[in-house]
């Protein structure tokens, strides 16, 4: 299997800008999600989608923030506009919700660079 | 709010060493689960646990799960120059009814470097 594939692996944007990172989940996992890395907060999860439906989006810090996830195959995070502070690795990953306990597999992240 | 505490931070140790990481939670859970992540790169799945007393061993790495402590460990035995990584715990809030994984909290991480 090819593993949760995130794209871009890398942006650098000026601030003001859209960006939109995007995730393909494994296949036949129906639960996905993304968090963000930063030395200063660590990892937080942002949002989690089960079987296409958003169940928590508590963690989204902001307005700017949004996510979907159209169909099984493919979620995008949405930053609009962005600021220096939203840069950060955003992974996502994605697990099959049977009763819990499955393990959780992580894309190689997308590095954003708001300058 | 669920909060994971690592302790230690940052450990730098000798290869051959034995050393433990510990991890506790703040609220119930009895879904625990350890990654490891070397620099500029995503987060390795190393062991799931899922019930009180639970132990896991991959080679020189050792986890178990105490959820009446609501603390888990990570034990290395006899330690590789490649394990040096940073290694995280997090823990399944177990909010959702629906079942499944409900989302991890993340502690810190502790990062590990083992000498020659």
């Known amino acids: 299997d090819a593993g949760v594939i995130q794209s871009p692996r890398h942006e650098v944007t000026e601030m003001g800008q859209e960006v939109t990172l995007r995730c393909k989940p494994i296949s036949g996992h129906n639960s996905l999600f993304w968090y963000r890395q930063t030395m200063m907060r660590g990892l937080e999860l942002l949002i989690y989608?089960?079987?296409?439906?958003?169940?928590?989006d508590s963690g989204m810090p902001e307005d700017r923030f949004s996510a979907k996830m159209p169909n099984a195959s493919f979620s995008t995070l949405k930053i609009q506009p962005s600021e220096p502070r939203d840069s950060a690795v955003y992974f996502c990953?994605?697990?099959?919700?049977?009763?819990?306990?499955?393990?959780?597999?992580f894309g190689e992240g997308s590095w954003l660079t708001v300058v | 709010e669920l909060k994971v505490e690592q302790n230690p931070l940052f450990l730098s140790m000798q290869e051959g060493k034995n050393y433990t990481i510990y991890c506790n939670y703040s609220t119930t859970s009895d879904r625990l689960y350890w990654y490891r992540q070397d620099p500029g790169k995503s987060l390795e799945s190393l062991f799931v646990l899922l019930s009180n007393g639970a132990v896991k061993q991959e080679g020189r790495l050792m986890a178990s799960l105490d959820t009446k402590a609501r603390l888990s460990t990570l034990h290395i035995t006899a330690a590789v120059h490649d394990l040096s990584a940073t290694y995280f715990c997090a823990v399944d809030r177990m909010l959702y009814s629906g079942g499944g994984a409900d989302g991890l909290t993340f502690g810190k991480g502790t990062h590990l470097i083992i000498q020659p």
């Open positions: 990953a994605s697990s099959w919700r049977t009763g819990g306990g499955n393990t959780i597999y």
């Open positions: 989608f089960n079987n296409n439906v958003p169940i928590d």
